[in-house]
């Protein structure tokens, strides 16, 4: 059975730091570009950031402007996980965060998912 599974979750202070982790089971994750998603409360999905796979030219990275400079994508392909490092967290941060991949090696504009994990909530209050 394919699965994505995100962990790392949780409630922190505003200007705080969070890594989450998505891993996958029935398959390889390093093979295909995969997306974060966060949707907060009253508000529509929106794509984070996107990886593309191990197997593309570029190996390139993609964030929306809401997060630049502030949030990191990345692999460790030896535990076939993908991280969302999450710096200088903001109030309007906080959401259901999701993994997902669109089964492509790179990363689609706008991002998509066609297999989703269930989601970890991150709530950045004081």
């Known amino acids: 059975q394919v699965q994505l599974v995100e962990s790392g979750g949780g409630l922190v202070q505003p200007g705080g730091s969070l890594r989450l982790s998505c891993a996958s089971s029935?398959?390889?994750?390093?093979?295909?570009?995969i997306s974060w998603f966060r949707q907060a409360p009253g508000k529509e999905r929106e794509g984070v950031s996107c990886?593309?796979?191990?197997?593309?030219?570029?190996?390139?990275?993609v964030y929306s402007s809401d997060v630049k400079g502030r949030f990191t994508i990345s692999r460790d392909n030896a535990k076939n996980t993908v991280y969302l490092q999450m710096d200088s967290l903001e109030p309007e941060d906080t959401a259901v965060y999701y993994c997902?991949?669109?089964?492509?090696?790179?990363?689609?504009?706008?991002?998509?998912?066609?297999?989703w994990g269930v989601g970890t909530q991150v709530t950045v209050s004081s």
């Open positions: 997902a991949t669109a089964w492509t090696l790179i990363c689609n504009t706008p991002l998509r998912g066609v297999v």
């Open positions: 029935g398959f390889s994750l390093n093979y295909y570009a």
């Open positions: 990886i593309e796979s191990i197997k593309s030219s570029d190996g390139d990275t």
